[in-house]
Nanobody, 116 residues
Framework: QVQLVESGGGLVQPGGSLRLSCTTSGIVFSIYSMGWYRQAPGEQRELVASITDGGTTNYAHSVKGRFTVSRENAKNTVHLQMNSLKPEDTAVYYC??????????WGQGTQVTVSS
């Protein structure tokens, strides 16, 4: 059974930082591309950042320079370091695991709220 479990969300003031983690089980983590998506109320889910099995990263324009995605293959875990957070970063953040040609797996999501 495949599981993706996100952690690290919470309430933070504007300008603050959070580090999200997603620990997986049931997949060969090292061959999967991993992504972080977010969905704000009334909005569509959007890609925030991704990292391929080879370590190539990609970021949404809105987070470039503030967020960093990384992976620890030995721990089957992907991280999202979020700095200089803004109120518009408020959303539920979801972890995604994708292997080419197959349906992706999703985590249950973790809430990030940026507010003073």
């Amino acid at each position: 059974q495949v599981q993706l479990v996100e952690s690290g969300g919470g309430l933070v003031q504007p300008g603050g930082s959070l580090r999200l983690s997603c620990t997986t089980s049931g997949i060969v983590f090292s061959i999967y591309s991993m992504g972080w998506y977010r969905q704000a109320p009334g909005e569509q889910r959007e890609l925030v950042a991704s990292i391929t099995d080879g370590g190539t990263t990609n970021y949404a324009h809105s987070v470039k320079g503030r967020f960093t995605v990384s992976r620890e293959n030995a721990k089957n875990t992907v991280h999202l370091q979020m700095n200089s957070l803004k109120p518009e970063d408020t959303a539920v953040y979801y972890c995604n695991a994708h292997y080419k040609g197959t349906a992706p797996f999703w985590g249950q999501g973790t809430q990030v709220t940026v507010s003073s």
